[in-house]
């Protein structure tokens, strides 16, 4: 959609909003407003329809009494003169315009009347009430005759006909329905609603006026509510009437207002494309005081601006500055189309290291280095089966292409390259002797790209300088497996974050008593793929990549966990963990080890750490200097494996250490070979001559077990006690198991008291 078409559809869409608002708004406010208006009518016309029965029931009344107090009446109605007492009824019914006047004697029969009699047999009383009789409606009231005691009783009543209806409906604005239940169905006796005007849009109010027996009399009050929206519904008419003038008139207005901004816009637009394009040639068109005039002037300065700078970060781009030759990204380029044009010819690519051109600028200057690289630039360039095709990839490193007529051809290439760097660069009349390193590819080797060829000629060079020869060319040898260990470096990264690790745990018993003196923590590695992965499918790799310490934090924590839950649970049980070398070269593993200790509140006195012997000596000084900042943790360590390496036992004196373990491979030949055994006697004794734990691993028969017994080993580990089990498994093996009392005293330090902090979410 064009900018000119948002812009006047949004504002159209803006007032279409705000008139929807407003026109809704009003819209339900008019119908609340109507429906509250019928309710409020409905509620005044039920107080007018109860006054005027109130105020017919006060005549009534009064009237009645009047007639029934007169001392003459009285003396009639003992006398029974039915003459005198009819005309007195008549007379009083006519002053009040009642339409029945009746005196019953106490048992309901009739003495005289005027207008309708009352129906024999019906009970009077003192109370207003309604009568039906023939299809009409009578509000009748009945007084007692009293001489001093009640010796008749006086009926008056009014009819509420179709004209006192009218005049109510006249009063209140509401329709008015009379109806009489009666035999089991309604019957509206008075309505003043037409029957064509009947709806079901209307609002009622039922008025009971009176229920005897079986027949009741309701009054029912209406209001339709179209007619009372009526005035609101033209109201609202004339409201949309008004909106929609409005949105035909903005919308003109904003179409014309988005044309006069959008239209020097396109313009300008199209320059920009010209200009994205490599077209610089535009000539300023919009002349205009206001904000799009300042723009177009600015889009003009800045395109003499970017034509000047293009020209020089083309030159940049695809040309190295100090010797005018191509760079990696224009080499890349050429060599690619060399590539396609090729037509089969084999396309040779050397790679050109000099040797100590860092000496050259430290010892005679950058300016003498500048000046050496490019007299290297041109000799390359000037042999002539390179011709142009000549890169600079970095400070003193080149390289170049060349179409070959065979495979052959590329040792014979590379050699003369050689002899056109041999002779030494003159800088201002001083020798400089320069030697290079060459490795050279060719596309024969199967190589589909410029980046792969690129890569064998690095990995030729490589090679090159790893057995130190002048020159060397690619060899499918030399290709590396990279590609399979970056992708276990990946999936390690995964297994680490995802959980995928997982401890198992193989009990150390103390071999005097057969009771648990604590367990090793060893690693497996649930694959995804390959299924349960042994160590020595992976903690290889780890300590060659350096992912080794991921792994040992990933061990550490989760084995403080599990030894602080046993300890909370008061199952308190020592845990070993073994550590790498690289690990102890972490200048900051004595902080995260102190962290976790404090984050699971573990006692440092249930934590080991095992360290092999080979790699505690391959630094001994950072070695003991990270080993005395853990032993001042509280927590035991261990030289594991001992046998295997070279360590001095100078040094091993001076380790902090409280226990170490003898390497499988003695105890595995302790009863075959004697040689073993004296070996394994006389490491005992020197342990335990420096005051340290010993613990053999590797006991898989009970005669070895009770070999080393004899020879006072301390701990007993191996498959003869029980193999590495996992969690749970680990837990129904130790239950009921004798276990070494442990002292877990609390370590005496927080997360504060660590001084060289590693923060938690970083460990």
Partial sequence: MALRTRIAVTFLLLLAAVLAAALGAVLATNRDSAGREVQRQLDVGASVFSRLLESNRRQLTQAAQAVAADYGFREAVAARDTDTLASALGNSGERIGAALVVLTSLDGKVIAASGTHLPAGVAADSAASMMVDRGRIYQIVTVPVRSPLPVAWIAMGFEIDQKAARELADITGLAVTLSVHAGGRWADVISTVSGGARTTDVVTRRIEMSKVGDTEIVAVLSRSLADARAPFERLTKVLFMIGGVSLVAFALAAFWLARNITRPLQDLTQVVDRMRAGTYDWQRSVQRGDELGVLAEGLHLMQTAVQTRDQSIRRLAYEDALTGLMNRTAFGAALSDALREADGAPIGVVVIDLHRFRRINEHLGYSVGDAVLTEI??????????????????????????????RAGLHAWGTSLLLALADPVFVEAQPIDISATLGLASSADGASSHEELMRCADLALECARREKRALSIYEEALKPAARDQLSLLGELRRAVEHDELRLYFQPKIEL?????????????????????????????FAEQTGFIRWLTRWILDHSMAQAAQWHRAGMALNLAVNISAEDIGDSRFDSRVALLLSRHQLPPTLLTLELTESGAIEDPARALHMLDAIAA????????????????????????????????SFIQNL??????????????????????????????????????????????????????????????WLKDKPRVPIIAIPAAFTVDDVTDTVSLATF
């Fill in 671 to 732: 009863e075959s070979d004697p040689e073993f055994a004296t070996v394994v006697r006389s490491a005992i004794d020197m342990g335990h001559g420096l005051g340290l734990r010993v613990v053999a691993e590797g006991i898989e028969t009970a005669a070895a077990a009770g070999r080393l017994r004899d020879f006072g080993c301390d701990i007993a580990q191996g498959y003869f006690y029980a193999n590495p089990m996992p969690l749970e498994s680990f837990e129904i």
């Fill in 633 to 664: 943790l509280g927590v035991s360590l261990s030289i594991d494996d001992f046998g295997t390496g070279y360590s001095s036992l100078s040094h091993l004196a001076r380790m902090p250490v409280h226990e170490m373990k003898i390497d499988r």
């Fill in 512 to 540: 005097n008593t057969g009771r648990v003196a604590g367990a090793e923590v060893l690693l497996r590695w649930q694959h995804p793929l390959r299924g349960l992965l042994m160590p020595v499918d992976f903690i290889p």
């Fill in 377 to 406: 630039a041109a000799r390359i360039a000037a042999v002539p089966s390179v011709s142009s095709a000549v890169a600079r990839l970095a400070a003193d490193q080149f390289a170049a292409f060349t179409r070959l007529n065979d």
